[in-house]
């Protein structure tokens, strides 16, 4: 199961946090790049405000491709099945690599715009079918565990990718870019050794066989007919049903609630204000004295804290369940964004200051890797049914997504307008977010799927269905 989830995980999530990580470091030799090719290719200098612009295409387009990839994420799992999804993605990280890696000696900046964008479709494309098809092999007293592996290769991919940026220069930025094909290749290597999803095989395909000997190799041939019984109930609760396409959701009563938590949770990720600690943690790391070319080992720091809050998490949650840690992570988060407010509206009052608000930004991602990080994921598989949950996955990454994208747009436009006080607003979100999970989310602890279909069932249909 382990081997499974880390064969799944480098070509999945790790990837999309790698390639969220590398884009930073080489942002002035890619406008020295576009200067360049422009002026060879127009003999004319570029107009400082079409180098924003063109920066901006390469930067934003990445979540072009990512909205893209988990708008078909959940067809392709349907399709090709989720471990052949997973494979045909990496022919696609495979081909955006080779683009970024020759857009640099050919001059042809319009190859890393296509780059980057199909590494976006590339991770959106991970992020709906990994969760998805480790949900589905994983049993339920480890399926939170083994679901965090998401959240994990994540935060390892973004942490990789600070290792790398202290160690490239401007030589290396293309072979930076390109480098994302190392994690693809890894993963077409050792996935095609793993079996299909279990329930993919009886429920979709109808494949006992199949089924049976996936089981098999996943918990072993004394422990895989627990969990082959418990295939079998959801198969005749399904009963022969289709998998849904996204829109059915919308109209389909029985999933109301579960659609509504799973849309606040996508939203709630995004918008938390994780985007807003990273903008100012160079700041807080220079109020507090640290000279700047010492600031990205200290970023690197928040790197680290990410990776071991989400093996923390993934230690933690089939023990002390779902609900707590999520609501928990929250309600963290609005206390250390409140005091960060305070500590940056007074941050030349008192010395000891800046340092506060130096632990609240290791305080917020800690809080946000125990619970908003990772649960999000493992709460979208373990809400649906077998023929509504691609479909799930394809509404929540899309919401994520534009959620992303929207929070990229109005970001500076919030921080010139609100300055420190932009906290407010993500403390508001997040205990918004923590109220909304307590009052309508039940635990799904060592539940299986139909069981907690059963505990929506009374908000979908009233307390007397």
């Known amino acids: 199961l382990l081997l499974a989830v880390g064969a799944v995980g480098i070509g999945g999530t790790f990837q999309y946090g790698y390639n969220v990580s590398i884009i930073n470091a080489p942002t002035q030799h890619i406008h020295k790049f576009l200067n360049e090719t422009w002026s060879s290719r127009y003999h004319k200098e570029l107009n400082p405000d079409l180098l924003t612009f063109l920066w901006s295409v390469i930067a934003s387009v990445f979540s072009l491709g990512g909205l893209c990839g ?30 970024m890696g020759i857009s640099f000696p050919t001059g042809l900046f319009e190859l890393l715009i296509a780059g980057r964008f199909l590494i976006g479709i590339n991770s959106g494309i991970g992020l709906c079918v990994q969760p998805l098809y480790i949900g589905e092999f994983a049993p339920k007293h480890l399926r939170g565990g083994l679901a965090m592996g998401t959240s994990i290769f994540l935060t390892g991919g973004i942490l990789t990718g600070q290792i790398i940026e202290l160690l490239g220069g401007e030589k290396h930025w293309p072979l930076l870019l390109s480098s994302s094909c190392i994690p693809a290749l890894a993963q077409l290597l050792f996935l095609p050794w793993f079996p299909e999803s279990p329930r993919y095989l009886l429920i979709d395909r109808g494949d006992e066989l199949s089924c049976a000997k996936a089981l098999k190799r ?140 130096m632990l609240c930004v290791f305080a917020f991602i800690l809080s946000f890797g125990l619970g908003p990080g990772g649960i999000t994921n493992t709460l979208t598989a373990e809400l649906f049914v077998q023929s509504s949950r691609p479909a799930a996955y394809m509404i929540a990454g899309t919401v994520s997504w534009i959620s992303f994208f929207t929070i990229g747009m109005l970001f500076p436009f919030i921080v010139n307008g609100l300055k420190q006080y932009c906290f407010v607003v993500f403390l508001l979100e997040c205990f918004f977010v923590a109220a909304f999970i307590f009052l309508i989310i039940p635990e799904t602890k060592n539940k299986s799927f139909l069981e907690i279909k059963k505990e929506f069932h009374k908000l979908n249909f009233g307390r007397n269905a």
């Open 70 to 99: 988990a708008l078909i994420g959940g067809s392709m799992a349907i399709r090709l099945g989720r471990k052949g999804a997973l494979l045909m993605n990496n022919v696609i990280a495979i081909l955006a690599s080779i683009l």
């Open 218 to 357: 996943f918990h072993g041939s004394s422990g895989y007919r627990k969990e082959m019984e418990d295939i079998q109930q959801e198969c005749f609760a399904v009963d022969g049903e289709k998998p849904k396409k996204p829109w059915q959701l919308f109209t389909d009563r029985g999933v109301r609630w579960q659609l509504i938590t799973v849309i606040v949770m996508a939203m709630g990720q995004q918008l938390s204000g994780i985007n807003a600690i990273y903008f100012y943690a160079t700041y807080v790391f220079e109020q507090a004295g640290i000279l700047a070319e010492k600031i990205p080992y200290v970023t690197l720091g928040t790197g680290v804290c990410e990776c071991l809050t989400a093996l923390s998490c993934g230690l933690l949650i089939d023990y002390v369940g779902r609900r707590y840690l999520i609501i928990g992570g929250y309600l963290l988060m609005t206390l250390w964004c409140t005091v960060l407010t305070v500590s940056l509206t007074y941050q030349e009052l008192y010395s000891w200051v800046p340092y506060m608000s």
